[in-house]
T-cell receptor, first 112, second 111 residues
Framework: DGGITQSPKYLFRKEGQNVTLSCEQN?????MYWYRQDPGQGLRLIYY???????QKGDIAEGYSVSREKKESFPLTVTSAQKNPTAFYLC???????????FGSGTRLTVV | SQKIEQNSEALNIQEGKTATLTCNYTNYSPAYLQWYRQDPGRGPVFLLL?????KEKRKERLKVTFDTTLKQSLFHITASQPADSATYLC??????????FGKGTTLSVSS
């Protein structure tokens, strides 16, 4: 089955450490996205990529970095510069702007 | 700045009734608008897309309207069931950008 896989499902890290969240899709979608969701809040856009080797900042990119070396993969690094990294992180992909987004099941990051 | 407002954070209705959720947007000129369902601890699931030249779109028990003059979309679930309980998100679509989502409305359908 085609889909989008995020790993791990739960992640615990110590304050000050960088951590990388994985996102892989086998849907052959060109565009991929990272969102952050805090309790009781909506999704906020971190970064997105419309094509390999290209990506754009979203509304809350500070403290995060991404790469898009392969069509299938769009990893997100949460750096120590991110002040409040504890959140639910969602990755998504889409075929084109008329198509709905396919979301992964999310990674819940807790920084202690 | 661009803003998306979904009518209320929570909506409680009885099984069998029609649920109506509202999405209002400002400082947008979307070509499309999408609706998603999100269950607790899960990623959103795409439900429907409506284009600016479509007044109404239906899918099974779901109906979406899109009024570009009022800058509003209405999302209806007819004959609602407890299994419809979830958070529903709207997202106006502008060309060349990623989706920005509303905060969502949490629907609870009681039996």
């Amino acid at each position: 089955d085609g889909g989008i896989t995020q790993s791990p499902k739960y992640l615990f890290r110590k304050e000050g450490q960088n951590v990388t969240l994985s996102c892989e899709q086998n849907l052959n979608h060109d565009a991929m996205y990272w969102y952050r969701q805090d309790p009781g809040q909506g999704l906020r856009l971190i970064y997105y990529s419309q094509i390999v080797n290209d990506f754009q900042k979203g509304d809350i990119a500070e403290g995060y970095s991404v790469s898009r070396e392969k069509k299938e993969s769009f990893p997100l690094t949460v750096t120590s510069a991110q002040k409040n990294p504890t959140a639910f992180y969602l990755c998504a992909s889409s075929r084109d702007r008329e198509a709905g987004y396919t979301f992964g099941s999310g990674t819940r990051l807790t920084v202690v | 700045s661009q803003k998306i407002e979904q009518n209320s954070e929570a909506l409680n209705i009885q099984e069998g009734k029609t649920a109506t959720l509202t999405c209002n947007y400002t400082n947008y000129s979307p070509a499309y608008l999408q609706w998603y369902r999100q269950d607790p601890g899960r990623g959103p699931v795409f439900l429907l897309l409506i284009r600016e030249n479509e007044k109404e779109k239906r899918k099974e028990r779901l109906k979406v309207t899109f009024d570009t003059t009022l800058k509003q979309s209405l999302f209806h679930i007819t004959a609602s069931q407890p299994a419809d309980s979830a958070t529903y998100l709207c997202a106006p679509v502008q060309a060349g950008t990623a989706l920005i989502f509303g905060k969502g409305t949490t629907l609870s359908v009681s039996s």
